[in-house]
């Protein structure tokens, strides 16, 4: 009999540890990543910057770049910089911007990325995917894998609590993407990725039913696992499929209707996602993920991000236009303001105060 299979496209080294970032250059040379330790380093002025002194006498072929922000200009001005070097890998150095841009910079010289995060804010830390600011407002690039992800966690420890919370909502939000994509499933026979859909669940479920908080590090360490599973799910799949549904449509909506004011990625998803399980019926289940969500900190309520109930309506409303062809419950219902309005009230009621 034949023996099938196929290959998933996944980093070739996964470190999360407290202390991993000191080890960086031994762990790229030992899995002959960058054996010659030429590396092009893309660093924010922020973190990125402030981690620089730390480990540049690890990395003594490293030529360091600064990266401005995150915009789809940003990201071409990289990799024409790093064009005249003769290097062996891009590493991407700071938060989510900062990564996104090296992904980007990266792919268009042709070099592996290591993703080096450090904060927890979203899932993109290990997805084949690059969200850049650009002149029509933000847009998504497909690119390769990282070839590696190192994740100190004291260094995440360190970031601000408000992005490390974030990405608890982008995590847990993978439960409702993958009733959603079962709904596609049933009702327009949409194709599912069992291994996939089984990954992205997993790491959405790690996270939910975990007691611990952002303090632990047993917590973090389960919630920087479930990022970097959750992006390789989106590898596996080829698309965000399993990552991404109504919640996420929600969350486009808050950034492209409000762009000045919308709130953190992951904040926005997780709120997208209590709201989402309560408009499919799985009230018990809306109600314990808007209990996790409070409990890590997280808003479950639009008001508690700066919303008023009519923005939120309107957002839920113009959600579905974010993701055209992607069928969600938000599709499925095909809602009126005034359905979503009352709809909304249930749910405040149902998740208490």
């Given amino acids: 009999m034949p023996v099938l299979t196929r290959l998933i496209p ?11 970032l000191d080890d960086l250059g031994c762990v790229l040379a030992d899995e002959r990543i960058a054996q010659s330790g030429r590396l092009a380093v893309a660093v924010s002025g922020g973190s990125g910057a ?3 002194e730390r480990i540049a006498p690890s990395l003594p072929g490293a030529t360091w770049y600064e990266v401005g922000g995150g915009t789809l200009d940003d990201a071409i001005r990289l990799a024409g910089d790093m064009k005249s070097g003769r290097y062996d890998a891009v590493v991407g150095l700071g938060g989510g911007k900062i990564i996104d841009c090296a992904k980007f910079a990266a792919a268009r010289v042709g070099l592996p990325l290591v993703a080096v995060p450090t904060n ?5 830390l290990c997805s084949p ?3 850049l600011d650009n002149d ?5 690039y497909g690119v390769p894998n990282p070839i590696a992800v190192v994740i100190d966690l004291d ?3 360190e970031a601000p609590a408000r ?6 909502g982008d995590a847990i939000s993978n439960i409702n993407a993958i009733a959603d994509w079962e709904l596609a499933n049933r009702v327009n026979g949409e194709k599912i990725d069992g291994l996939a859909a089984a990954m992205a669940r997993q790491a959405g479920e790690a996270v939910l039913r975990h007691p611990g ?3 632990d590090n047993e917590f973090l360490q389960v919630l920087a696992e479930a990022l970097v599973l959750s992006g390789i799910a989106m590898s596996v799949s080829g698309d965000s499929r399993p990552s991404s549904g109504s919640c996420h449509e929600i969350n486009h909506a808050f950034d492209l209707l409000f762009p000045k004011r919308a709130a953190a990625h992951g904040e926005q998803c997780g709120l997208g996602a209590a709201f989402a399980m309560y408009l499919r019926g799985a009230h018990e289940e809306s109600a314990y993920t808007a209990e996790v969500l409070r409990r890590h900190g997280l808003p479950v309520l639009p008001e508690e991000i700066g919303f008023t109930v009519d923005e939120f309506v309107r957002a839920v409303e113009f959600a579905p236009e974010t993701r055209p062809g992607r069928y969600t419950i938000l599709e499925h219902l095909d809602l009126k303001p005034n359905q979503i309005k009352d709809i909304y009230a249930d749910y405040v009621k149902a998740i208490g105060s």
């Fill in 50 to 52: 402030r981690l620089r």
């Fill in 213 to 215: 908080g952002i303090g």
């Fill in 10 to 20: 996944s980093p070739v080294v996964v470190d999360i540890r407290p202390g991993a």
């Fill in 129 to 131: 995917v690059a969200t």
């Fill in 163 to 168: 992005f490390v919370r974030a990405g608890i």
């Fill in 136 to 140: 029509a407002g933000r847009g998504s």
């Fill in 155 to 157: 260094v995440i420890r």
């Fill in 120 to 124: 927890l804010a979203h899932d993109g």
